[in-house]
C-alpha cells in the first residue's frame, strides 16, 4: 500500500490547536442544527419509512415489528378503505375552503391597497386576528354557533323561518361547516400576503395606466394579477399543503371520529387515529407517506399551472 | 488498622440511618376523575407510609393514554403506576410492556376473586397474562325521566321488558310529551351490539379472533334495525354525548332516557342538570342486558423503578376496602371490590333519583354482568361500523348490504 501514496502529495503539518480550529470549528458551529434535524428531522423520516414497510403496534417494544412488504400500502389503496373517504374528505373541504378564500383575499386586498390606505394597519391587524388565535378557542366558538338546537345560525335561521340546519351532525353538511371555519380563519392570512404583494408593486405602473386612461378593474386585471403571480403561487402552494394536512379545525369540531359517518374525516385525522387509537404505527406510516405523495403531485400540479403561460414573462 | 475499623463503623452506621429515614418517590400517572380519588385516599396512605411520597402527574384522557402508549414503546418516562381505563386495558393487556400480576413476587391470583367478575377478564391477555387490577367498574343501566314517562302514561316495566316495546313505549312519549325517547339513535345500536354475548364471544371478535360481523350476525342485524326503527319514527334527538345539547337535553327533560354507566348519575347531580333531582330513576337495561360502562385499573410497567412500593399502593388503592368506599364518596367510582360494594352505604338511598336504592340495584347488575372479551381491531372495528350505521340511517343504505361492507373493510385491516 504504502507505494501507492503519491509522493506530490504535500506534507502534512503536525498537528496544531490553529489548523484543528480552522478545519474543524466551523463544522461544530453548525453541528447543533444537523444534530436537532438528525434526531427530530430526519430519523422520524426515515423511522416512518421503515415502519411503513412492517406492522407494529408500540405497544410491542421496539424491536418487535414483522416486514410486510407493501401490504400497509396496498390496505390504503384498496378501494373500500377509510383512507380513500378521508382523502376524498379532505380534498372536498379543500375546495371548498380554498378557492373562497383567494377569491376574497384577492380583491380584498386590492381595496384595501388602493382605496382604504389609511387603514391599512388596523385592517392587517383585524384580519390577521383568526390565524393567531388558537384552534380550542375557535372550535368552541363555532360549535356554539353551530349547535342545532341552541345555536346562533339556527336561531337566526328560525328568525326567517327557516328550518334548523344539523350543522355537524348532518354528513352532507359537515364539510361546509367546517370549510367555513377553515375559510374565516385562513383568508385573513391570504390578504395580508397579496397585501405584501400589492405593496411590492411600483406606483409608477399604476400612474402610467391612469395616465393611459384605465379604470379601476383593467388595473387590477391588467397589472395587479399579472405582477402578483409569484405572491399567488406562494399562496396557492401555502393553501394546497394546509388543506391537504388538515386536522385541527375538525378535530376540535368533531372530536376524532370526524363526525357523524366520518364525513369530516381528514386524512391527517385517519392517520392519527389509526396511530394512536388503533397502534398500527405501519398502516399509519404508510398512509403518510401517500399523503405526502398525494400533497407532493398537488404542489406541482399548481407549480405547472403557473409555470405553463407565465413562465415567459 | 484502627482506621479501617472506624471507618467500616462509620460506613455502617450511615447506611442504617440511611436506611431507617429511607425516602422513596412513587410516581403515579392518572386522568380526571380517578386522580381526584387518588387524592382523597392519599391522605390515608401517608399516614401509613409517611416515607413513600406520591408524586401524581395528571393529564386529560386522550393524553394520558397516549402518553402512555409511547412511553411503553420506548420503555421511557414510565411512570410507577400507570393508571388505564377500559377502553385502553384490552389494547394494553395485548402488549409486553406490562408486569404480569399472575406471576411472583405479585401473586395476584389469590385476589382475583375479590373483584366483580368481569373486570378479571377485562385485564387479561388472550395470552393469560393479568396485567392490572380493578379499581372501578361502570355497571350499565338505564336512566328514565318519571315524570316524562308518568305525563306520557308509560310503565317503566315495559319500557324494559322488550326493545319492540321500547321504542313503542317512545311513540306514546312523544305523542303525549313531545319529548324524544333517546339522544340518538346510534345509542340503541350501542347497547344492543354489546349485551346478551355468548361465552367466549366479544363484541367483534370470538375468542378466536373470529371475525362475528356481518350480515348473518343476528346481533348486529336487529341493532342496525332497532336503530333505524327508533330514526324513522322520529324517536331521537340526533343528539351527540358530551355535547351543550346532550346537557340542555337533560337540563329540560326533552330527552326521556338515556343509557349509561352507573357514573352519570353523578355528572348528572353534579354539573349537569341539578336542578332535575329527583325526577329520574334508574332500572335495568331492556331485556336483562347487562353491561359494562366504563372503569378504570392499576398497572405496573416491567421497566418501573419501584415495582414493590407500586404493588403496595396498587393494592391500598383497589383491595383496602376503605379506599375503594372513599373513591366511592369522592366521585361515584362505582368499587370494583366486592367487600366495599357490601358497605352500608350502598344501601341508602340516592336523592337525586326520588329516594331510589339505586346501588343495590347497581351492584346486582355488576355482579351479572359477563365478560366480554377484548380484541386489539376493536377500535377499528367500532369506527367502521359507525360509519356504515350513519350510512343506514342517513342515506338509507340497506342493513345487510351496510354489514357485509363492514365486515370487508374490517377483515381487511385486522391482520
Redesign the interface.
Known amino acids: 500500500m504504502s507505494q501507492r501514496t503519491p509522493t506530490s502529495a504535500p506534507p502534512r503539518a503536525p498537528w496544531s490547536y490553529t489548523r484543528f480550529q480552522q478545519r474543524f470549528a466551523p463544522y461544530l458551529f453548525v453541528s447543533p442544527f444537523f444534530l436537532l434535524f438528525a434526531v427530530f428531522g430526519l430519523f422520524p423520516l426515515l423511522f416512518s419509512l421503515f415502519l411503513a414497510f412492517h ?1 407494529w ?6 424491536g ?1 415489528w414483522k416486514f ?1 412488504g407493501f ?1 400497509n400500502f396496498q ?1 390504503a389503496l ?1 378501494p ?3 383512507f380513500w373517504k378521508s382523502l376524498k374528505n379532505t380534498v372536498w373541504i379543500g375546495l371548498l375552503s380554498g378557492i373562497p378564500q383567494h377569491l376574497v383575499a384577492l380583491p380584498l386586498a386590492f381595496i384595501i391597497h388602493h382605496s382604504l390606505r389609511r387603514f391599512q394597519g388596523a385592517f392587517s391587524t383585524i384580519l390577521f386576528l383568526p390565524y393567531i388565535t388558537n384552534a380550542v378557542a375557535i372550535a368552541i366558538v363555532f ?2 354557533l353551530y ?4 345555536g346562533i345560525l339556527n336561531y337566526l335561521g328560525g328568525l326567517v323561518g327557516l328550518d334548523p340546519v ?1 350543522w355537524l ?3 352532507n353538511m359537515v364539510p361546509y361547516s367546517v370549510a367555513a371555519v377553515v375559510f374565516w380563519r385562513y383568508v385573513g392570512w391570504n390578504t395580508v400576503l397579496y397585501l405584501s404583494g400589492l405593496q411590492a408593486i411600483s406606483e409608477d405602473v399604476y400612474e402610467a395606466a391612469t395616465v393611459d386612461g384605465a379604470n379601476g378593474w383593467q388595473k387590477f386585471w391588467y397589472i395587479t394579477l399579472p405582477l402578483l403571480r409569484p405572491m399567488m403561487f406562494y399562496a396557492f402552494t401555502l393553501t394546497i399543503v394546509g388543506s391537504m394536512q388538515l386536522f385541527e379545525e375538525p378535530f376540535m369540531l368533531l372530536n ?2 370526524g363526525g ?3 364525513a369530516g374525516l381528514t386524512s391527517a385525522m385517519h392517520i392519527f ?1 389509526t396511530a ?5 404505527m405501519g ?1 399509519a406510516s404508510a398512509m403518510s407517506w401517500l399523503l405526502f405523495l398525494a400533497i407532493f403531485a398537488l404542489s406541482m400540479l399548481n407549480n405547472y399551472l403557473f409555470t405553463r403561460d407565465g413562465g415567459n414573462k | 488498622m484502627k482506621q479501617t475499623a472506624a471507618f467500616a463503623l462509620a460506613t455502617a452506621l450511615l447506611l442504617g440511618t440511611a436506611h431507617a429515614q429511607e425516602k422513596v418517590t412513587l410516581t403515579v400517572a392518572a386522568f380526571p376523575s380517578l386522580d381526584s380519588a387518588i387524592k382523597a385516599i392519599l391522605p390515608a396512605w401517608t399516614k401509613l407510609h409517611p416515607n413513600v411520597t406520591i408524586n401524581l402527574q395528571a393529564q386529560q384522557f ?1 393524553d394520558h393514554h ?1 402518553a402512555m ?2 412511553a ?4 421511557q418516562g414510565l411512570p410507577d403506576v400507570m393508571a388505564i381505563e377500559i377502553g385502553y386495558v384490552g ?2 393487556a ?4 406490562l408486569e404480569n400480576l399472575n406471576s411472583a413476587p405479585y401473586s395476584a391470583a389469590q385476589y382475583k376473586k375479590l373483584f366483580t367478575p368481569f373486570t378479571i377478564a377485562q385485564a387479561t391477555g388472550s395470552d393469560g397474562r393479568f396485567i392490572a387490577m380493578p379499581t372501578d367498574i361502570g355497571p350499565g343501566t338505564f336512566f328514565y325521566r318519571k315524570d316524562v314517562l308518568d305525563k306520557a302514561g308509560v310503565n317503566p316495566l315495559t319500557m324494559q321488558s322488550s326493545w319492540e316495546n321500547y321504542i313503542a313505549s317512545g311513540k306514546k312519549i312523544k305523542q303525549k310529551t313531545g319529548a324524544y325517547l333517546v339522544n340518538t339513535a346510534a345509542s340503541v345500536y350501542n347497547l344492543v351490539i354489546r349485551t346478551n354475548l355468548k361465552s367466549g364471544e366479544g363484541i367483534y371478535f370470538d375468542k378466536q379472533n373470529n371475525l362475528l360481523v356481518g350480515p348473518d350476525n343476528a346481533r348486529f342485524v336487529r341493532a342496525m334495525t332497532l336503530a333505524k326503527q327508533v330514526r324513522d319514527a322520529g324517536l331521537d334527538a ?3 354525548e358530551w ?3 346532550w346537557y ?1 337535553a337533560f337540563k329540560k327533560g326533552t330527552v326521556a332516557t338515556q343509557f349509561s354507566g352507573a357514573w352519570l348519575q353523578g355528572a348528572l347531580q353534579n354539573w349537569m342538570a341539578p336542578d332535575t333531582k329527583g325526577l329520574w330513576r334508574v332500572q335495568n337495561l331492556p331485556e336483562k342486558g347487562f353491561a359494562s360502562w366504563g372503569g378504570s385499573f392499576y398497572a405496573i410497567p416491567s421497566k418501573a423503578k419501584n415495582k414493590q412500593w407500586a404493588w403496595e399502593f396498587i393494592k391500598f388503592m383497589t383491595l383496602n376496602q376503605q379506599s375503594q368506599i372513599t373513591a366511592f364518596q369522592d366521585n361515584g367510582a362505582f368499587p370494583a371490590l366486592i367487600a366495599a360494594q357490601k358497605d352500608k352505604a350502598f344501601s341508602e338511598p340516592v336523592e337525586f333519583l326520588g329516594g331510589q336504592k339505586a346501588r343495590v340495584l347497581w351492584r346486582d347488575a355488576a355482579a351479572k354482568t359477563q365478560p366480554i372479551d377484548v380484541n ?2 376493536d ?2 372495528a367500532d ?2 361500523l ?2 356504515e350505521l ?2 343506514v340511517l ?2 338509507g343504505k340497506d342493513i345487510k348490504q351496510a354489514l357485509a ?1 363492514a365486515r ?2 374490517i377483515a ?2 385486522a ?1
Open positions: 406492522l403496534s408500540p405497544l410491542d417494544g421496539i418487535n410486510v401490504e390496505l384498496g373500500t378503505d377509510m360549535a356554539t349547535s342545532e338546537r341552541l344539523r351532525g348532518d354528513p376524532d371520529g357523524s359517518g366520518g387515529n394512536f387509537r388503533d397502534l398500527d398502516y | 386522550a397516549t402508549t409511547t411503553l414503546a420506548t420503555g389494547k394494553f395485548e402488549g409486553q410492556g340526533k343528539i351527540g355535547s351543550n345539547e340542555d386489539k381491531y377500535s377499528v369506527q367502521i359507525q360509519t350513519t350510512n342517513e342515506q361492507d370487508a373493510q381487511r385491516r391482520r
